[in-house]
C-alpha cells in the first residue's frame, strides 16, 4: 500500500515536472502574438484609431479568437500595460527599502512609473485615462482590466510594508495604521500622475519635484497649531495635550 503511495506520488510530481502539451503551447503562442500585435497597432495609430480586427489580423488569430483572450479593445490595452508595469514593481520596492528618509524611499518607488510613462506620452494617456472611466462608471471589467485595477491594491500592500518599518524603527507615528497611510500616498501619486500626463510633454524632473513637495505636506502637516486638525477636541477625548510628536516631521 505504502509503495502504492509513493509511485502514485511519484506519477504527480513526474506530470507536473512535463512541459506543457501542444495545445497549451499553441494558446501561448497565441497570447504572445496578440499582445505583441496590440502593443505594436496602439503604438503606431494611438488607442482611438487602433481597431480589435487589425489587431486580430495583424496577430494571425481569426477576429472571434481575439476575444477568448480579451473582453474588448480596452482590456487589450490593459494586457500590453499590465506585463510593462508588473516588471516595474519588484526592483522598484527593493531600491525603495534601501536605508534612507521614507521620502526618499517613496519617490524611488514610484520613480519607474513616471519613467515608463513618459516613454509614450499620447499611449499613457489612453490608458491611464481609460482606467479612469473604467473606476469612476464602475462598468464591468475583463480580466486585464480588472488586473490593472487590482495592482492598486498591490501597490498599496507594499507601500504599507514600507510604513510598518518606518513605525517599527520609530521613525514615523504610530497614531495610524500603516494601510491608511499607504492609501494617501498613493492618493497622491495618482492623482499627480494623471495630472501631469496631461501635459504635451510630461517632463519627469518636474513631476518628481511635485511628487517630493506633496509628500512632504503629507508627511509633515502644514498645521502649526495642532487646532488646525482637529487635534484639541481629540487629545480632550483621549485625555493628553495636543502636541505634534518630532516624529512626525523626521522624514520631511
Not at 511519484?10 to 502574438?33: D, F, H, I, M, T
Not at 524632473?205 to 495642532?226: E, F, K, S, T, Y
Request: some cysteine; overall charge positive.
Amino acid at each position: 500500500m505504502k509503495d502504492e503511495r509513493v509511485r502514485t506520488a511519484r506519477r504527480a510530481v513526474g506530470a507536473a515536472a512535463e512541459p506543457p502539451g501542444r495545445r497549451e503551447r499553441g494558446k501561448q503562442e497565441k497570447l504572445r502574438r496578440i499582445k505583441q500585435a496590440a502593443r505594436e497597432v496602439f503604438r503606431k495609430k494611438g488607442y482611438e484609431a487602433a481597431t480589435t480586427r487589425e489587431i486580430a489580423a495583424r496577430a494571425d488569430v481569426a477576429y472571434g479568437t481575439l476575444f477568448v483572450y480579451a473582453r474588448d479593445k480596452r482590456d487589450l490595452l490593459m494586457m500590453v500595460v499590465n506585463d510593462d508595469l508588473d516588471a516595474l514593481t519588484e526592483p522598484a520596492l527593493e531600491r525603495a527599502f534601501r536605508k534612507g528618509p521614507l521620502i526618499d524611499q517613496v519617490v524611488e518607488f514610484f520613480r519607474p512609473r513616471f519613467q515608463y510613462w513618459a516613454r509614450e506620452p499620447e499611449f499613457s494617456r489612453h490608458a491611464v485615462r481609460e482606467m479612469f472611466e473604467f473606476l469612476t462608471h464602475g462598468e464591468d471589467a475583463g480580466i486585464e482590466t480588472a488586473r490593472f485595477r487590482a495592482r492598486r491594491t498591490q501597490l498599496a500592500a507594499k507601500l504599507s510594508e514600507l510604513i510598518r518599518c518606518k513605525q517599527e524603527a520609530g521613525r514615523i507615528t504610530r497614531d495610524e495604521d500603516p494601510e491608511t497611510i499607504a492609501w494617501l500616498i498613493l492618493a497622491i501619486y495618482l492623482s499627480e500622475n494623471r495630472q501631469w500626463l496631461e501635459a504635451r510633454k510630461p517632463d519627469i524632473r518636474g513631476v518628481i519635484g511635485r511628487l517630493r513637495h506633496l509628500l512632504r505636506l503629507a508627511i509633515q502637516g502644514v498645521g502649526a497649531d495642532p487646532r488646525e486638525w482637529g487635534a484639541e477636541g481629540e487629545s480632550v477625548r483621549r485625555g493628553r495635550s495636543p502636541r505634534r510628536g518630532s516624529s512626525q516631521r523626521s522624514e520631511a
